[in-house]
T-cell receptor, first 111, second 112 residues
Framework: EAQVTQNPRYLITVTGKKLTVTCSQNMNHEYMSWYRQDPGLGLRQIYYSMNVEVTDKGDVPEGYKVSRKEKRNFPLILESPSPNQTSLYFC??????????FGSGTRLTVV | KQEVTQIPAALSVPEGENLVLNCSFTDSAIYNLQWFRQDPGKGLTSLLLIQSSQREQTSGRLNASLDKSSGRSTLYIAASQPGDSATYLCASDSLGFQKLVFGTGTRLLVSP
């Protein structure tokens, strides 16, 4: 089954404790991206990657890092999480012809 | 800058009604227009993708149309069911912009 897999689904952490949210796709898509969703603000792009070793900032990149060492994986790294990063996070991928596939989401709470 | 607006913001209908959700966008130079469904606190499920060369797509009881010249897309849901209750999001994918721009969403409630 073609899918984007995110882990974990739920995460509660403390301020300043580094964490990584993993994202993997099995569709051989070149393009991958991360979004966060907040009430009243909708979905906003954090980072995106056009291919292996090619990443760029989206609209809200502050406080986040990404890497793309393999085509299928695009982890999101929070080096020093803060409470304002509490949100619902989505990973997405897209291939030739367009159309995005989203993961099931990661609900992160930073206390 | 692309802006996407959805009307209405919320809609409540009895089961069995046909309904139309509207999506408008400011930049007609879009690559694709995609409709998603989101259940509360859940992920985004792709419903229909309309590529720029297409005018409409159909899947089961769903039909989506795209009119680039007027900057509008509509999602038609036939014979609505309680299971259709969710938030519906449209999103545009514009050439040169490496992201989806999402609409504000329509929250749909279908009552038995």
């Amino acid at each position: 089954e073609a899918q984007v897999t995110q882990n974990p689904r739920y995460l509660i952490t403390v301020t300043g404790k580094k964490l990584t949210v993993t994202c993997s796709q099995n569709m051989n898509h070149e393009y991958m991206s991360w979004y966060r969703q907040d009430p009243g603000l909708g979905l906003r792009q954090i980072y995106y990657s056009m291919n292996v070793e090619v990443t760029d900032k989206g609209d809200v990149p502050e406080g986040y890092k990404v890497s793309r060492k393999e085509k299928r994986n695009f982890p999101l790294i929070l080096e020093s999480p803060s409470p304002n990063q509490t949100s619902l996070y989505f990973c997405a991928s897209s291939g030739q012809g367009g159309g995005y596939t989203f993961g099931s989401g990661t609900r992160l709470t930073v206390v | 800058k692309q802006e996407v607006t959805q009307i209405p913001a919320a809609l409540s209908v009895p089961e069995g009604e046909n309904l139309v959700l509207n999506c408008s966008f400011t930049d007609s130079a879009i690559y694709n227009l995609q409709w998603f469904r989101q259940d509360p606190g859940k992920g985004l499920t792709s419903l229909l993708l309309i590529q720029s060369s297409q005018r409409e797509q159909t899947s089961g009881r769903l039909n989506a149309s795209l009119d680039k010249s007027s900057g509008r897309s509509t999602l038609y849901i036939a014979a609505s069911q309680p299971g259709d209750s969710a938030t519906y999001l449209c999103a545009s994918d514009s050439l040169g912009f490496q992201k989806l721009v999402f609409g504000t969403g329509t929250r749909l409630l279908v009552s038995p």
